[in-house]
């Protein structure tokens, strides 16, 4: 299992599900954690490797990043693997500190089942205790499950163009 810190408190079941999921906060890279994000990795993009070692390693040492994960609470109370992750990062712009989510993905396995849900709200709860004015993310409108979800616990879709440049 990773080295995580975090209150690991369960988070109550969709009424779908008879599990429950624990959130962490991970603090070091392990091989748990590199197998996990070699099998979510593709389940959130084709077009991107899942990371190594040391771009983990760089992510959660990075104070302005918070990388949660999600692991599966199993029938004796027991923590199981990784389930999902979140990526929450923090920047500071001349109106205050903001934050966004990024790169959140659960197992298909797990899916429906309240997982996302809990990710989201740790980081909702992270940044608010940092003191983020907001917290923004982008969903594709094909995930539709998603921006639900998203929409569910409070987010409002914006009116913006969102551009992207890239190298």
Known sequence: MSDASSDPSPVA?????????????????DDELLAAFER???????????????????????????????????????TEGIIGSLTLAFYRI??????????????????????????TNAALAEARTRGS???????????????RLYQRIGFEARETNVYRYKF
Do not use: Y
């Open 133 to 147: 004015k907001d917290v923004s993310l982008t969903s594709r409108p094909a995930k539709e499950a998603a921006n």
């Open 40 to 78: 979510l990795i593709p389940q959130l993009s084709s077009s991107s490797p899942p990371p190594s070692r040391q771009q983990l390693a760089a992510l959660i040492d990075n104070s302005e990043t918070v990388l949660f994960v999600a692991r599966e609470i199993g029938s004796e109370g027991t």
């Open 94 to 119: 001349p109106t205050g500190l903001k934050a966004w989510i990024e790169d959140v993905v659960v197992d298909e396995a797990a899916r429906g089942r309240g997982v996302g849900a809990a990710l």
């Open 13 to 29: 079941p969709d009424a779908a599900d008879e599990s429950a999921v624990t959130i962490d906060t991970v603090a070091t890279v």
